[in-house]
């Protein structure tokens, strides 16, 4: 023990750090309470540098200073019982109880340095402590001596504690530090901790303004918690709360720095010295240790030139040893409420679902997304709510597989150990959910439950759909135009046929080459509408005129229907781009006559839109309505809710004997938001379909569109 001792007390560490692992190191030898280290850093002379440094976790019970005064004047090792209480001070709060004491003072070279004290419970405790500490003063002298002469000259006007020897604090003192004490014993919360000392050391410094700041040494910087006193506009410290400071200006960094209180008396003696306020004549600065080093620092100020004395400072280094373990323990505790904090709002804001089961399925917790991806609205409000047979039960209704589930949440339980994984599928509206449960463990890492993570992968399947929807739809469009167009160029190639027959083959090219050219033109439409590279040309343009112009595009296909047109001479104008328009009426009428193979009427209307007659949704303002009527085959309701999705064909006989690639509708509905307006369609199976679209009229709304 000795040899580690002189390895600890020879290291080059600030003396404070080398006396805390000093203590650490007596306490499995010396079952004492408490220990302390007064020594004058220069030799025990009036006007010369006193420190005091203290073991963690000590009484709360004030050290007798006369008795260290005793010792010091006697010159050697004195064992005896004392008696410790605070009685005197607070008047009852804390009994009055019997201790061991020893003390012994530090001669070396003819000079007193310090005086080394320890305190225990009984006798017993410090039985085997003289000749350990006998053995341990040459090496403490060696250490006093080594960081007296470490400490830098003090320049003029500033000190680190120009204290007499045998000054102590009065008893008012003593009280207020004991009454502290026992708040700062019952606190856990950081903010409060730190205001408390503040306003304790302001109270009883009569400083004018002050601040608590914690150190970070990663950063070398403060950061400021708390203040008060000073103005809003001026000085360092007049930021908000949370504001970094570097520790390599002021007084208060190099109070971190140094790990030691620090006084300057009169900042006009010292011009290079930046206060933390403007008007400040007097500054100190005093840093609360933890494990060693500097966890925080207590800045105090006042525009008055010597505010601060020797009774001012040793009671702020005083607070600040007793605030050491309290600020420890706030410290972690406010690590742990900020993690889980920040654990709680990632829980909270995950858009996966989680819920964290026991080992019967009960739900623990679970955050929002999870009650939100079941559409369970509140329903596991009840307690307690069970997976296996609440969760079963609510979604029993939309459930595809009710069993999977079932199953999936009794093998969980069959075998806690194993992670698992399924995928939900619900009607109404539908979706699938990927469900991944994987066990949990406690502290001892015995199984305690499950933890499950919903997520909703209906987009993922939507999309699986579509692009094999795709690759199927566009291979047989792709195919069947090509088949033909190779079929007949190599008739034509191989054989003589007749000029009308070779005329007929070269038309059959011509149609099958022109629905090749069509499939891909709509591919390179829907990309770059998807894409958002089209942009309209409006202009006020006459719908008449469009009419006109593909009612005689579209008589060639006219050959089993009769075509209708209602459009009133008084139709007002639009704000459209012509070419776009007509693209969207050309696919609704050619549209109309594909699923009208029977034939029958068709009917393009047009008119000013009356507004009870638009969707809820539709915007405000002038609109044109388009409509166009068949007498088709019709859709059924289920599947008029998704003909406007990219690729998607009803799927009967009727559909794909006609064939088309299911872009048609999805085009047309975003050229017709593209001008601001919106499409929809009414239909009844066998009977025919209608489609509605809208077209802006110049005004309010044409100035409002991109």
């Excluded at 070398?220 to 504001?243: F, H, I, M, T, W």
């Excluded at 003909?643 to 047309?668: A, K, M, P, Q």
């Amino acid at each position: 023990m000795l040899a580690e001792a002189t390895r600890i007390l020879a290291g080059e560490q600030p003396l404070q750090q080398r006396m805390h692992r000093l203590f650490e190191l007596l306490r499995a030898a010396v079952r004492f309470r408490d220990g302390r280290l007064t020594c004058w850093l220069q030799s025990a002379q009036p006007g010369t540098v006193r420190q005091q440094y203290y073991s963690a976790d000590g009484w709360p019970y004030p050290w007798d200073e006369g008795l260290t005064r005793k010792v010091a004047l006697s010159g050697a090792i004195e064992t005896r019982t004392i008696v410790v209480s605070n009685e005197a001070a607070l008047g009852g709060h804390l009994p009055v109880a019997q201790a061991s004491y020893l003390g012994a003072p530090i001669f070396w070279g003819g000079r007193l340095w310090g005086v080394f004290e320890l305190r225990a419970d009984s006798s017993a405790g410090l039985a085997s402590a003289p000749e350990l500490v006998s053995a341990l003063l040459p090496l403490l002298a060696a250490a006093i001596a080594q960081e007296g002469r470490r400490l830098p000259s003090p320049p003029a006007g500033a000190s680190d504690g120009e204290t007499p020897t045998g000054l102590t604090l009065g008893p008012g003192r003593q009280r207020q530090l004991a009454e502290i004490n026992e708040r700062l014993e019952e606190m856990l919360d950081l903010h409060s901790l730190l205001s408390l000392l503040l306003r304790r050391a302001l109270e009883s410094t009569g400083a004018e303004a002050g601040a608590m700041a914690l150190v970070d040494h990663t950063l070398g910087e403060l950061v400021l918690q708390v203040y008060e006193g000073y103005p809003d506009d001026r000085g360092a410290l007049s930021g908000q709360a949370r504001q970094r400071l570097s520790w390599e200006a002021g007084l208060a960094g190099r109070a971190a720095r140094l790990g030691r209180a620090l006084l300057i008396r009169d900042v006009t003696l010292q011009p290079e010295h930046h206060p933390a306020s403007a008007g400040a004549r007097a500054e100190l600065a005093a840093p609360i240790l933890v494990h060693g080093r500097a966890a925080a620092v207590l800045i105090l100020d006042s525009p008055r030139s010597n505010a601060f004395g020797e009774e001012e400072l040793a009671f702020v280094r005083a607070l600040c040893d007793r605030a050491a373990h309290p600020l420890s323990r706030a410290l972690h505790y406010q690590d742990a409420i900020e993690s889980a904090n920040y654990l709680g709002q990632v829980f909270a804001s995950l858009p996966t679902g989680l819920a964290l089961l026991d080992a019967n399925g009960k739900v623990l917790r679970a955050n929002p997304a999870w009650s939100l991806l079941w559409g369970l609205n509140g329903q596991t409000g009840r307690a307690p709510f069970h997976v296996g047979l609440d969760l079963v039960e609510i979604l029993l209704p939309r459930l595809q597989d009710p069993l999977r589930l079932t199953e999936f949440c009794t093998a969980g339980q069959r075998s806690p150990g194993t992670t698992q994984q399924t995928v939900v599928r619900l009607a109404n509206p539908t979706q699938e959910l990927q469900v991944l449960s994987v066990p949990t463990h406690d502290s001892q890492r015995q199984l305690s439950g499950r933890l499950w993570a919903v997520t909703d992968v209906t987009r993922e399947g939507e999309a699986d759909r579509l692009k094999t929807e795709f690759v199927s739809i566009v291979s047989h469009e792709l195919r069947t135009p090509l088949t033909s167009i190779l079929g007949y160029t190599e008739l034509l190639l191989n054989r003589e046929f007749s000029p009308d027959e070779r005329t007929q083959f070269i038309n059959t090219v011509y149609v099958e080459a022109s629905r090749l050219s069509q499939l891909v033109e709509d591919l390179l439409n829907f990309s770059r509408l998807e894409a958002g590279k089209v942009r309209p040309n409006q202009w006020v343009t006459s719908l008449n005129s469009i009419v006109h112009e593909l009612t005689t595009q579209l008589n060639t296909q006219l050959q089993r229907h009769r075509m209708l047109i209602q459009v009133p001479t008084n139709l007002p104008p639009a704000y459209v781009d012509r070419d776009k328009v007509k693209q969207i009426i050309f696919n609704l009428l050619t549209n109309a006559i594909k699923y009208s193979p029977g034939g029958g009427q068709i009917t393009l209307e047009m008119r000013e839109a009356v507004p009870g007659e638009l969707p809820a949704d539709h915007p405000q303002g002038r609109w044109v309505m388009v409509a166009i009527h068949d007498q088709g085959i019709g859709i059924a309701p289920d599947d008029l809710t998704r003909i406007w999705e990219r690729f998607y064909r009803v799927d009967n006989t009727n559909t794909r004997r006609i064939g088309g690639t299911g872009l048609g509708l999805s085009i047309t509905k975003a050229l017709v938001e593209l001008h601001g307006g919106r499409i929809w369609a009414r239909s009844e199976l066998g009977k025919g379909s209608s489609f509605f679209f809208t077209l802006p009229i110049p005004g309010e709304q044409a100035r409002r569109l991109p």
